[in-house]
């Protein structure tokens, strides 16, 4: 069985150690697709500052309102019933769930099945003693009103239609079945909150937690709501710091020893991918080419360098950006 994981958000970005290891061990390298699924930013988040991450949401079924996700195939084909529960525990512990639960009270590992395959029976009835294992842990998530739920909490199946291909606009084929995360959304008197509101939030945050926001945009997982958000974030109050002070900070942060500490081996790629879009600013003048550069030999080693470098260096980098 071609067993896929459809993933929206820093899943697919995030440098922690955990979640390194989850796609270097549990993923393939090659074979994954964007594709249109019903996303929006509808979680506040108590790791982001109380800021927004994004949520399955069948209000977000109809054309026009559908978002990019990315599919990326399972490193190992999913022979045995027992191998899906353990991609299903692997996905969970990525998501930072505890022990080895596929659900708590903030969200829960579900499937979809593509309606052309058919799917071993023991497979699914493997599934489904999954699903009453997990007992209480494993509940319907709140909707808004007049919406239909993401997740039937008795059978584990997300219940939203198979997706389409984004660049064929066809239903995505080279899969049998999709493992996501489905998490439970921040409603205000049942309705999601406005593009201004989750616009606000990251705009009030000290932390630059809007990094969520610029990081799905950066890998081309996006919603409809995207062009409002920017636009908003853009529209700063006068006694805001400016776009461009907070980018500095940003390059800053992000080039903590933190951040080294938290990426480990991983090549750095969280690091990369805010340099290179801070360096491209053109009112900055400087050039993102060398480290382009660099990444395309794929040789790790001279990635770190230029990485390491450029830190020793950043206060000179900070003083010619506000030259």
């Not at 071993?120 to 239909?148: M, S």
Request: glycine share 6%; aromatic share 8%.
């Amino acid at each position: 069985m071609r067993l896929g994981m459809l993933i929206i958000g820093s899943l697919y970005w995030d440098c922690s150690p955990v979640r390194c290891a989850w796609r270097q061990n549990r993923l393939s390298r090659t074979g994954e697709q964007r594709v249109k699924v019903p996303i929006r930013y509808g979680r506040r988040s108590d790791k982001r500052g109380k800021t927004f991450t994004m949520v399955f949401a069948r209000s977000c079924s109809e054309p026009g309102r559908l978002g990019t996700g990315i599919v990326v195939p399972a490193l190992k084909e999913c022979v045995r019933p027992e191998q899906l529960i353990e991609e299903a525990e692997h996905l969970w512990a990525a998501e930072g769930g505890k022990d080895a639960n596929i659900s708590a009270s903030w969200g829960a590992v579900c499937i979809l099945q593509n309606p052309s395959a058919t799917l071993p029976k023991a497979l699914l009835k493997a599934w489904q003693a999954r699903i009453r294992a997990a007992g209480d842990l494993y509940v319907a998530l709140p909707t808004a009103n007049g919406e239909e739920p993401v997740l039937d909490a008795a059978t584990g199946r997300a219940l939203y239609e198979w997706p389409t291909d984004d660049e064929t606009n066809q239903p995505l084929s080279g899969f049998d079945l999709l493992l996501m995360t489905a998490t439970k959304p921040t409603l205000k008197d049942r309705q999601y909150e406005t593009a201004k509101e989750i616009a606000n939030a990251w705009r009030a945050d000290k932390q630059d937690h809007v990094l969520y926001f610029h990081n799905n945009r950066h890998y081309r997982i996006t919603t409809f709501e995207d062009e409002q958000i920017l636009s908003l974030l853009r529209s700063e109050p006068a006694n805001a710091r400016s776009s461009h002070e907070r980018e500095r900070e940003v390059l800053m942060a992000s080039l903590s020893d933190e951040l080294r500490k938290q990426a480990g081996g991983a090549f750095y790629e969280y690091e990369q991918a805010v340099v290179i879009r801070l360096l491209k600013r053109p009112d900055w003048k400087l050039d993102a080419a060398p480290l382009e550069s660099i990444l395309a030999t794929g040789d790790e080693r001279k990635v770190r360098k230029f990485i390491d470098d450029l830190r020793r260096s950043r206060q000179d980098i900070i003083n010619s950006a506000m030259a």
